[in-house]
């Protein structure tokens, strides 16, 4: 039997696209994620930070990036994928700048030689109109990028990954314990208001993507400065990378040069 295309990423939003899979998945019916989107919606900041609340205890982590990379993206299962040459230093032009906005276009040029199968957009300023009517706040990540030679504006309907940049540790969503901690790992989740704030934005984008395609699952990355988290998003909630010094180390560089050559199901295709 054929497979009925996705309705609108409104109805998604709104109705079976993010139905649970099982009775805590962060993106059940009524919650939060689900509808904020009413007559009587509440202001960005109130909204994200709901969501961010409602999301802090289905985050898993923090997983160690190198054992997240084998795990969902192994390279094993990514046939004729060439080494990279990274070295510490190659992003040197982003994490000199003085806030997120001068780092979108730097940090864009340097990525897409790693992935040059993929297009980079900065999408700070360009909302997803198809979903405007569906939020209450504007769904524009600051950089989306696609596999459909897509070269400006958003879409989080073809959008493969997400990325959000925030320039000061305050606004991180995550706080990870020393690597000698014996700390219990469900506090890694920042519980102040700015972080819960970031962690509903992210989100909101992850929910906004899931629900508009045929996905079992959605990679995003969120940037701090120079410290990175990449993130896997499914219906049950996520799971999170410790943080790591991408212009140091080639985890980020690796992660977009394995996915850019990834068969549809790692990327997270429902085939």
């Known amino acids: 039997m054929s497979q009925t295309p996705p309705h609108s990423p409104t109805w998604d939003l709104q109705n079976s696209q993010l139905a649970p899979v099982s009775t805590d998945t962060p993106f059940k019916q009524g919650s939060s994620t689900k509808v904020p989107w009413t007559t009587n919606a509440r202001c960005w900041n109130f909204t994200v930070n709901a969501m961010g609340k409602e999301m802090k205890n289905h985050c898993v982590g923090p997983m160690p990036v190198q054992e997240f990379l084998e795990e969902f993206l192994p390279t094993l299962e990514i046939p004729g994928l060439l080494p990279i040459n990274f070295k510490s230093g190659t992003f040197n032009n982003t994490v000199c700048v003085k806030d997120e906005v001068q780092a979108y276009e730097p940090f864009i040029n340097t990525m897409k030689s790693f992935a040059p199968a993929l297009s980079f957009v900065d ?83 992850a929910a906004a993507q899931l629900g508009a395609q045929y996905h079992t699952h959605a990679f995003s990355v969120l940037i701090m400065h120079n410290f990175a988290h990449i993130i896997r998003w499914d219906r049950e909630g996520a799971i999170v990378t410790r943080a790591f010094d991408y212009n140091k180390s080639s985890h980020l560089v690796d992660f977009f040069h394995c996915f850019s050559q990834a068969s549809p199901a790692l990327r997270g295709v429902d085939t």
């Not at 209450?136 to 879409?155: E, L, N, Q």
């Open 123 to 205: 999408t700070s300023n360009h909302p997803d109109t198809k979903l405007a009517r569906s939020f209450s706040f504007a769904i524009k990540p600051d950089i989306s990028i696609y596999a459909d030679g897509t070269s400006h504006g958003c879409d989080v309907s073809t959008a493969e990954v997400i990325v959000e940049l925030k320039w000061t540790a305050i606004h991180n969503a995550f706080r990870d314990p020393p690597l000698d901690s014996m700390e219990n790992t469900s506090s890694f989740v920042n519980p102040t208001m700015k972080g819960l704030d970031t962690l509903g934005q992210i989100t909101s984008y």
